[in-house]
């Protein structure tokens, strides 16, 4: 009960979760295809972005197949790239497709796939009997391939288009038209939105992937990664780090009493972190999602579910900063929060 009292009143105190606190100046919409300047499409299902041009760096993030980014620097094999995220660090060239400008254009104005399975493999080949093609590549959830216009699906199989040119097969019940997807998720009003359901659904499939610092995949996610990617994966862009989604979305104030998760609803996002001091402001370091009942999902160690609620076995006995609410703030001027849909990282400006 003590510990619920204190936690409320930091609540109230910090100037993280005010409504009226400064967003972060996180952009998406920033890409704008200029002559000039080079550009590349992401080749590998999950590539790894570190932070220095050597593979002993620390990883930062992953950018996902078909993912647009704009390439900054070169050192040998290492290219620099920033994503829409914005995320800034090093790769290295083979996991690139580069195009300028004018092949960016066409590039997001292609009709494309989006994996919807967790993981699942490209074949050169469709089945011949039981059995498909070599493999040629895995795709993971999230994944963009270009759509092969002149093909038909074949015994359940659709042929796709790599990043890198080649033409594969995918079962095609693990994919997606990506635009119709996308606009599903829309702000529009006349469309299904994104739901809680959607949301926990989503976080749900990422039960018991082991953490690693700088994941955002299926594979591997860090806390911010989880909740990156489950929101992705609903068509709402986040930034990438805790500290960044702290500043999102519209602030849910505690409930009084022992039972401050009463004014929670599923899908809303919590953050912990570092409290404020007389000389430092408070910092979010970690977010989870909330899945009613006292429950939340996050990254720890491996993705596990949680309680607020110390009467439960699976209490998490660490006093959250701040409650986001994302679903709805989609789009709103001010939140931070862009829908895939409206994103020029995914589909040409207007």
Known sequence: MKQNLVAIAFWLMTGLCSSTTALAQWRADALVPETGKDYAVVAFS????????????????????????????????????RTGEPYTAWVTELGLVPMDAEALKAYLAAPKWICTA?????????????????????LVAG???????????????????LPDGRTGWVCAKEVAPFDAWASAYGASRTV????????????????GVPYMW?????????????????????GILLPRNASQQAHCGETVEPAAGPHFWDSLQPGDLVFWGREATADKPAKAT??????????????????????????????YDRKPLCFKRILG????????ILSVKNSPYYFPLP
Not at 52 to 79: C, N
Not at 125 to 137: D, S, V
Not at 214 to 234: A, M
Not at 329 to 336: F, I, K, N, S
């Open 46 to 81: 999950a590539n790894l972005m570190r932070e220095e041009p050597a593979f002993e760096a620390e990883m930062g993030d992953q950018a996902l197949m078909g993912t647009v980014v704009e390439i900054l620097d070169r050192k040998g094999s290492w290219v620099q790239i």
């Open 118 to 138: 967790a993981v699942t493999r490209v074949y050169d080949a469709p089945p011949a009997g039981r059995n498909p093609g070599a493999i040629l590549c895995e």
């Open 143 to 161: 994944n963009l391939v270009r759509v092969v216009q002149a093909s038909r699906s074949r015994k359940g199989y659709t042929p796709v288009l």
């Open 192 to 207: 299904t939105g994104p739901t809680d359901e959607g949301i926990l659904s989503t976080a749900r499939r990422f039960l």
């Open 214 to 234: 700088g994941g955002t995949s299926i594979k591997n996610v860090d806390c911010s990664g989880l909740t990156r990617s489950t929101f992705f994966l609903n």
């Open 286 to 315: 970690h977010v989870g999602i909330y899945i009613g009942d006292s429950r939340f999902i996050h990254a720890s160690h491996v993705v596990r579910i949680n309680s607020f609620d110390r009467e439960q076995p699976d209490f």
């Open 329 to 336: 703030q989609q789009d709103l001027p001010g939140t931070g």
